[in-house]
């Protein structure tokens, strides 16, 4: 069975930092590539950044590049996201995606490429 277990969302003042993490289980690492996505109020589902599970290549919207940094452990179990600078337009969930698809800024534009979603980890950005 698949699954990807995000933890470390939470409720944060605006210009804080926040790191959540994901946890994949049943997905073979060493052809799946691990995405963040992410809902927000009013916004379609939108692509943060990825990281390639061969070579920790990483990806990230343009927009988004500057605050958000993607990262794994060395054992790959367990992949980040680290963001700086919170802003109230941040407020919303997280996902951990995987799928068999390469980490490039053009995959984050396809959240329908990718098959297996966890539940996801509210971020919350008080201003």
């Known amino acids: 069975e698949v699954q990807l277990v995000e933890s470390g969302g939470g409720l944060v003042q605006a210009g804080g930092s926040l790191r959540i993490s994901c946890k994949p289980s049943?997905?073979?690492?060493?052809?799946?590539?691990i995405a963040w996505f992410r809902k927000v109020p009013a916004k379609e589902r939108e692509g943060v950044a990825c990281i390639s599970t061969s070579d920790g290549r990483t990806a990230y919207q343009q927009s988004l590049k500057d605050r958000f940094t993607m990262s794994r452990d060395d054992a790959k179990t367990t992949f980040f996201l680290d963001i700086n600078d919170l802003k109230p337009e941040d407020t919303g969930t997280y996902y951990c995606v995987g799928d068999h698809v390469t980490c490039t800024w053009h995959a984050l534009t396809k959240p329908s490429w990718y098959t297996y979603w966890g539940q996801g980890t509210q971020v919350t950005v008080s201003s």
């Open positions: 049943g997905l073979p690492l060493d052809d799946y590539d």
